[in-house]
């Protein structure tokens, strides 16, 4: 039996330690990630795909329940592809010509996935709080290089170590639906590596549970709760032991996260869907919904390319959005069948509500009358109520919940 080259993987600087001898199951955790992304890559490149094989271990292949992984597996991409495929896997010889070192990492409680954006920012800041034994973890995809730049120059702030797995690359500025999976199970190496039993997915409510806007319209599905799910049981299976995927911001909208980390500046994060830049288009819907949570949030932000209130800008996310927020407010029963889909399945209409309100009260900070959308969307009757609203967030009235866990 042959030993297949690792096709997706990149050993690199602080990750170099993986290709010894001693971590096969990592290996395995991430070839599992890995060729689940690449799945989605393909698909979206409009080609077939009936079936993915992906290669294991010997001794995970022989040893774990590849009955229920499979089944997971092929589930998550029917629900996030729409595609029926046939998931198999394959026995390999991973030891064969690797090199025998040891590598040793401390015990740690929790892993807490960074990626140098608002809410990962905030969350690793009050995690330092929560947890005495916490390690960072950065999933960095190869041709992200202004991203990577930018987490670097975050673990020199931030008090927490942050280690970096190298990923495959993303290969487009689209969502992919995977990254989410791919993250947690990245996380799962450390995991298996410090023993720790609690992964922290820090991404606030709205984003986890995203509603659609318009039929067509394309969401992220990356932290949903079935993709999280999905990860948490995989990662159970191939540890043989219990795993907590830890969503403490889950009912907390973007403003009240950042509020509550007591941060004052995020002029140096990243949300905005062009990640192969580096910088802030200022009219995706990253940039909109950021801008109007540091503006309610009343914190230093940054800066943008384009200003998400101009007439010249390209303003459809925004517009979108403050028409969502306006209904929502004004008269929920106008809010549709595909837009209250996710709200009702889940119960969040409170904190949708919220997170409305929110974006009205971003607009009425950032811009005043005589500006088109400052004039179509707030209203005499709705102004007390957005200044309430101010002064709740800014009064962290709702916290971050580090009991909340995916079950």
């Not at 010889?93 to 070192?101: A, E, H, I, L, S």
């Not at 909208?253 to 905005?272: D, G, P, Q, W």
């Amino acid at each position: 039996m042959k030993r297949l080259r690792d096709k997706y993987f990149s050993y690199y600087k602080e990750g170099n330690f993986l290709r010894y001898k001693q971590f096969v199951l990592e290996r395995d955790i991430l070839r599992i990630a890995y060729y689940i992304f690449e799945a989605e890559k393909t698909i979206k490149s409009n080609k077939t795909l009936d079936r993915l094989e992906i290669p294991l271990s010997e001794e995970t292949y022989t040893t774990k329940n590849l009955v229920k992984l499979k089944d997971i597996l092929e589930e998550l991409l029917l629900l996030i592809l729409a595609e029926d495929i046939e998931v198999t896997f394959t026995k390999i010889n991973d030891v064969k010509g690797r090199v025998t070192k040891k590598f040793e990492m401390e015990k740690k409680e929790a892993i807490c996935l960074f990626s140098g954006g608002v809410d990962s920012y905030a969350g690793i800041s009050l995690a330092e709080e929560k947890y005495k034994n916490l390690i960072g973890l950065f999933v960095a995809h190869n041709d992200q290089v202004r991203i990577i730049k930018i987490v670097n120059d975050f673990k020199k702030k931030i008090k927490t170590q942050i280690r970096t797995i190298y990923a495959p690359a993303m290969e487009s500025e689209g969502y992919s639906q995977f990254r989410g999976f791919l993250y947690i199970l990245s996380g799962g190496v450390y995991a298996s590596l410090t023993g720790a039993g609690k992964i922290l997915v820090t991404e606030c409510g709205p984003t986890m549970y995203q509603p659609l806007f318009s039929p067509y319209d394309s969401i992220t599905y990356t932290t949903h709760p079935y993709v999280l799910k999905s990860a948490k049981e995989v990662l159970e299976i191939l540890l043989v032991r219990k795993i907590d995927i830890i969503t403490p911001f889950e009912d907390l909208t973007k403003a009240e996260v950042i509020a509550n980390s007591n941060l004052k500046n995020f002029s140096e994060t990243h949300s905005c869907i062009t990640q192969r830049r580096g910088d802030h288009c200022g009219t995706c819907f990253g940039c909109v919904i950021k801008k109007l949570a540091e503006n309610v949030a009343g914190v230093r932000g940054v800066i943008y390319n384009k200003n998400i209130f101009d007439l010249e800008s390209d303003r459809d996310n925004i517009i979108n959005v403050l028409e969502f927020s306006e209904k929502l407010i004004t008269n929920p029963r106008r809010i549709q069948g595909f837009q209250r889909e996710k709200m009702d399945e889940f119960e969040k209409w409170d904190l949708f509500k919220r997170y409305a309100l929110d974006n009205l009260a971003g607009l009425m900070l950032g811009e005043e009358k005589g500006n088109d959308l400052f004039d179509r969307f707030i209203t005499t009757e709705i102004i007390p109520l957005l200044a309430k609203r101010i002064k709740e967030v800014r009064a962290n009235s709702f916290k971050p919940n580090f009991d909340k866990k995916v079950e």
